[in-house]
C-alpha cells in the first residue's frame, strides 16, 4: 500500500527557526493532509491540501504540493518550543479517507 | 468538551485475554476509524465505519472485532491477546470522506 514518507526523520533545531519537512509519495492522490504528534497524546489535523492545490497556509504553517513530482513540504516558520512534536503527512488516495500515514518527523525545538 | 473520547488510556493484561476499547466521538460525525501505531510510531488503518457501517476492513487478525452501536461510538474487541498486539490504539472520526480526521489520545496496551 501507498504510504507518505517524511524526509528528514529528525530535526533539531533553535527557536525562531524555521523547520522544513518533506514527504514523497508514490501514486496519484486525492489529497494529503499533515498531522502533529505530542508526546504522549493522538494526532491532530494541521492542514489538508488538495491534488488540485499547490499552496495552503495556516499561521505560522506552509504546506506545499508538487504531484508531478509526488512530493509535499510543511514549513513551519518562526519555531516555538511548543511546536516539539512529530509530524506525519498522510495520503488520500482512493478519495474514501482511507489515510496512508508516513514515518513522521520528530522536530525538537530547543528554546 | 472532548471531541474524540477512549476509554482506558492504558490498558496492562496477559497474553491469552480478552479486552475492549471504547472510543465515543461529540462531533456528529459519521466516520470513524481504529488505528494502529507500533513502537516505531507507524501508525496503519484497521476498521472505519460510516453510519455504523463496516466501510474498512484492513488485513487485521478477525482476533479484532469492531462494533458500533451508533455513529457516535465505535468500539474495539479484542480477543486471545497476543504479545504482537502491544501498541498505542487510536480512535479517530471525520465529518465525510477527504476531510480532516479528529483523533483521541489513544489506549497504551500492553501485554504481559
Known amino acids: 500500500s501507498q504510504q507518505g514518507e517524511e524526509d528528514p526523520q529528525a530535526l533539531s533545531i533553535q527557536e525562531g527557526e524555521n523547520a522544513t519537512m518533506n514527504c514523497s509519495y508514490k501514486?496519484?492522490?486525492?489529497?494529503l493532509q499533515w498531522y502533529r504528534q505530542n508526546s504522549g497524546r493522538g494526532l491532530v489535523h494541521l492542514i489538508l491540501?488538495?491534488?488540485?492545490?499547490r499552496e495552503k497556509h495556516s499561521g505560522r504553517l506552509r504546506v506545499t504540493l508538487d504531484t508531478s513530482k509526488k512530493s509535499s513540504s510543511l514549513l513551519i516558520t518562526a519555531s516555538r518550543a511548543a511546536d516539539t512534536a512529530s509530524y506525519f503527512c498522510?495520503?488520500?488516495?482512493?478519495?474514501?479517507?482511507?489515510?496512508?500515514f508516513g514515518k513522521g518527523n520528530q522536530v525538537v525545538v530547543i528554546p | 468538551d472532548t471531541a474524540v473520547s477512549q476509554t482506558p488510556k492504558y490498558l496492562v493484561t496477559q497474553m491469552g485475554n480478552d479486552k475492549s476499547i471504547k472510543c465515543e466521538q461529540n462531533l456528529g460525525h459519521d466516520t470513524m476509524y481504529w488505528y494502529k501505531q507500533d513502537s516505531k510510531k507507524f501508525l496503519k488503518i484497521m476498521f472505519s465505519y460510516n453510519n455504523k457501517e463496516l466501510i474498512i476492513n484492513e488485513t487485521v487478525p478477525n482476533r479484532f472485532s469492531p462494533k458500533s452501536p451508533d455513529k457516535a461510538h465505535l468500539n474495539l474487541h479484542i480477543n486471545s491477546l497476543e504479545l504482537g498486539d502491544s501498541a498505542v490504539y487510536f480512535c479517530?472520526?471525520?465529518?465525510?470522506?477527504?476531510?480532516?480526521?479528529?483523533f483521541g489520545d489513544g489506549t497504551r496496551l500492553s501485554i504481559l
Open positions: 491540501i488538495r491534488s488540485n492545490e
Open positions: 498522510a495520503t488520500d488516495f482512493y478519495g474514501n479517507n482511507r489515510l496512508a
Open positions: 479517530a472520526s471525520s465529518q465525510d470522506s477527504g476531510r480532516a480526521q479528529h
Open positions: 501514486t496519484s492522490i486525492n489529497n
